[in-house]
Nanobody
Framework: VQLQAYGGGLVQAGGSLTLSCAAS????????VGWFRQAPGKEREFVSA??????RYADSVKGRFTISKDNAKNTVSLQMNSLKPDDTGVYSC??????????????????WGQGTLVTVSS
């Protein structure tokens, strides 16, 4: 089972990026897929999660980020708009089967992809 996050890059504040998480060996639609980020010197933090028709966002990204899935391509995407310098970090996707109420805790995720770096300049 492998996950791969991609789509990161350097963007100016106010700009947009779309991240994608592709899976092999696992059907993403059967799992909760979460996005997490880690800024330099900080702990990993929850960004967003999706399973079936349910979506969840951290308060810091609500209204700016949109998570979606493409079952045909077995991918989950994170559209990030109105980016801020505080959004800078390594973004990783992961999967879990934990109950929905617990999916903001990274300890419940069993498979993680390599992260992709997002840098937002001011």
């Amino acid at each position: 089972v492998q996950l791969q996050a991609y789509g990161g890059g350097l963007v100016q504040a106010g700009g947009s990026l779309t991240l994608s998480c592709a899976a092999s060996g696992r059907t993403l639609s059967s799992y909760t897929v979460g996005w997490f980020r880690q800024a330099p010197g900080k702990e990993r933090e929850f960004v967003s999660a999706i399973k079936l028709g349910s979506k969840r966002y951290a308060d810091s990204v609500k209204g700016r980020f949109t998570i979606s899935k493409d079952n045909a391509k077995n991918t989950v995407s994170l559209q990030m708009n109105s980016l801020k310098p505080d959004d800078t970090g390594v973004y990783s996707c992961a999967t879990t089967k934990i109950v929905w109420s617990e999916n903001a805790n990274p300890k419940w995720y069993d498979v993680w992809g390599q992260g992709t770096l997002v840098t937002v300049s001011s």
